[in-house]
């Protein structure tokens, strides 16, 4: 596995990194101010964990106007799941489907 | 994605890929046909590289046989500087009730970083296009109008990576 996956995994493998994601999912470009209002942490504490998201690549920063806007950036998952997900659902699909096979084979 | 509160405008999407390929090639693949019929949606495109020249991006044979139009994109180059940087009008055309959302603005950012690794960010600006923005998050995808700009640039990664786009990644 590379360095870019292990990142984007470590960055999931936490509830609060998760939350920020699917808040932001909710709705995208929202600042840190208004991202910290929705977690019992400090300041501090919801900075590093959109540090870490951002080096994921998980989470991307714009500047508009005075403001840092954050952004969803779904593209690393996106990776993960035709790198791997795919990979190993089609067996399962085509596995399935040769059990169909026979199966039916056999009530002939 | 489509709220928007008094300060900040929240219908904008950004997305981005590192690619190991360089900021020519990344401009190619997203500029000429010969590339933009080997991932994605899968379609010709046709630029007047400059300020105000035309941009289209066409349907494939196999879109066109179940009844889309010719042209799936139609837009005008906003700005222009290769290999760094393309904005772009983006007017989606091949659905009626999507090309009523009107023309969204679509720049693509392309900068070199270290060993020969190439960061390519899509800013989708779709103010006033939510089923657009939809169908570009891939929220369409089971309804076979496939995966958005993720799925096009995992796409164009594994193209400009291994010379191969993803297996089955032709399927609309």
């Known amino acids: 596995m590379n360095d870019d996956e292990d990142r984007v995994f470590k960055a999931l493998a936490d509830p609060t990194r998760r939350f920020l994601l699917d808040r932001l999912f909710e709705r995208d470009g929202r600042t840190l101010t208004e991202l910290e209002?929705?977690?019992?942490?400090?300041?501090?504490?919801?900075?590093?964990?959109?540090?870490?998201?951002?080096?994921?690549g998980l989470v991307i920063t714009r500047k508009s106007g005075r403001e840092k806007l954050h952004f969803l950036n779904p593209v690393p998952i996106r990776l993960i799941h035709d790198r791997w997900i795919d990979k190993y659902t089609e067996r399962q699909v085509s596995a399935l489907a040769e059990l169909k096979a026979k199966l039916e084979e056999g009530e002939a | 994605m489509t709220t928007t509160t008094a300060e900040t405008s929240v219908t904008t999407q950004v997305h981005r890929v590192y690619i190991k390929a360089t900021p020519e090639a990344i401009w190619d693949a997203i500029t000429k046909s010969e590339w933009t019929e080997r991932y994605g949606y899968g379609g010709r495109s046709e630029y007047d590289l400059r300020p105000g020249g035309t941009y289209r991006g066409f349907t494939t044979d196999a879109m066109r046989s179940?009844?889309?139009?010719?042209?799936?994109?139609e837009g005008e180059v906003i700005e222009t500087d290769p290999p760094r940087r393309l904005v772009l009008s983006w007017h989606f055309l091949m659905d009626p009730e999507l090309a009523a959302e009107g023309s969204t603005r679509l720049t693509y950012e392309i900068e070199p970083r270290e060993g020969g690794v190439t960061r390519l960010t899509v800013i989708h600006d779709l103010e006033g296009a939510p089923k657009l923005s939809l169908l570009l998050s891939g929220g369409m995808e089971d309804v076979g109008a496939g995966g958005g700009w993720s799925w096009v640039l995992s796409d164009l990664k594994s193209l400009l990576e291994t010379g191969e786009p993803l297996a089955g990644s032709h399927h609309i």
């Open chain 1, 37 to 56: 209002s929705e977690l019992e942490m400090t300041r501090f504490g919801v900075m590093k964990h959109l540090r870490l998201l951002e080096d994921a």
């Open chain 2, 66 to 73: 179940v009844g889309a139009p010719d042209v799936a994109v």
